[in-house]
């Protein structure tokens, strides 16, 4: 099925693929502006997001492993629930876990309601085999209202033609970009090939590192142009810290245009990963990434060019010494 669009209050809108679940094409990806990057104050951080949705952003995407829940919350109470469309994951694996995954979801945002829940980061079929019981949990939120919809993120190709064998499974937020970066198991067309067979049998599909974690920044508008022709994808989660990315990224997912001013300051932003040197070489984030791009040396942790930015080795870093900026 090709991209479904509606307008909502004057706004480009696209559908999920036979959710009825409409969302800004571009959405906001929102481990930008947590403690495991940019770290921003949580008046900054909301008054980003209320920004983002005065340009037309109506989509955030958050985890557990963010630890944000409470920016989500103040911008709800800004502008309301109902104006917000909140897909969240996490690394849920039977009932209990689902179970309290979605309890704290729901208490952190206050809110009675999930729009998408899904598994982070599964990697192939025997993970959502072990995973099954959490997908039922799921399932069973979905029925009393809870949770809209069910989904999962993934790196893999694989993990995305897996999901034919899981009815639960309505959305797939999978990596993809032009450059292939950060795709586990094969090639950008491999991977587009998997995401056109699922988009088909009306599974929405919202990408995430189209900018391939900051590699293709130099490139932004090429890459960005790129994701936005592939017509089995609904949206794209973009990272955003500022309100020049919110500028540029809402002009030409939304609009079709570009802002050269905002285009200026955003690609003169080039992100990169540090590691402070009070360091203890645990070797956490050496285990925790999946690009084998950061191994401890001599005592300390070091990354290299397969970094994808994806801030993850931050989140199991005891000291806190790891940050995207």
Not at 29 to 37: D, M, P
Not at 105 to 120: C, S
Not at 259 to 271: G, I, L, P, Q
Request: charge should be neutral; proline fraction near 2%.
């Amino acid at each position: 099925m090709a991209h479904l669009y509606s307008f909502v209050d004057g706004r480009s809108m696209a559908i999920l693929g036979k959710t009825g679940i409409e969302v800004s094409p571009l959405c906001f990806g929102s481990l930008t502006f947590s403690k495991f990057q940019a770290n921003l104050s949580l008046k900054k951080g909301t008054e980003l997001l209320v920004y983002a949705h005065e340009k037309g952003i109506n989509f955030i995407d958050t985890a557990e492993i963010y630890d944000n829940y409470h920016f989500l919350r103040e911008a709800i109470r800004e502008i309301g629930r109902e104006r917000w469309t909140i897909t969240t994951k996490a690394y849920c694996y039977d009932r209990a876990t689902a179970e309290a995954s979605v309890a704290k979801a729901l208490k952190e945002m206050d809110t009675d309601y999930i729009d998408i829940f899904m598994l982070h980061e599964q990697e192939s079929l025997l993970t959502l085999r072990g995973h099954k019981e959490a997908l039922e949990c799921l399932a069973a939120f979905k029925r009393k209202g809870i949770i809209r919809a069910i989904g999962i993120s993934t790196h893999f190709i694989g993990c995305v033609n897996a999901t034919a064998l899981f009815p639960e499974i309505e959305i797939i937020h999978p990596i993809i970009n032009r450059a292939g970066i950060g795709i586990q198991d094969g090639t950008a067309t491999e991977m587009l090939h998997a995401i056109e067979a699922r988009h088909k049998k009306g599974i929405g599909i919202y990408s995430m590192k189209a900018l391939g974690g900051g590699h293709l920044i130099g490139n932004s508008a090429e890459a960005l142009r790129w994701i936005q022709a592939q017509p089995h994808i609904d949206a794209t989660a973009v990272g955003m810290q500022s309100k020049q990315e919110i500028d540029y990224n809402a002009d030409l997912f939304l609009r079709k245009t570009e802002n050269e001013a905002a285009y200026d300051a955003v690609s003169k932003k080039k992100r990169k990963l540090i590691i402070a040197d009070y360091c203890i070489g645990c070797g956490n984030c050496e285990r925790r990434c999946k690009q084998d791009a950061i191994h401890v040396e001599d005592g300390r942790a070091v990354v290299d060019e397969r970094c994808i930015l994806c801030g993850y080795c931050a989140t199991v870093c005891p000291q806190f010494c790891i940050k995207v900026i």
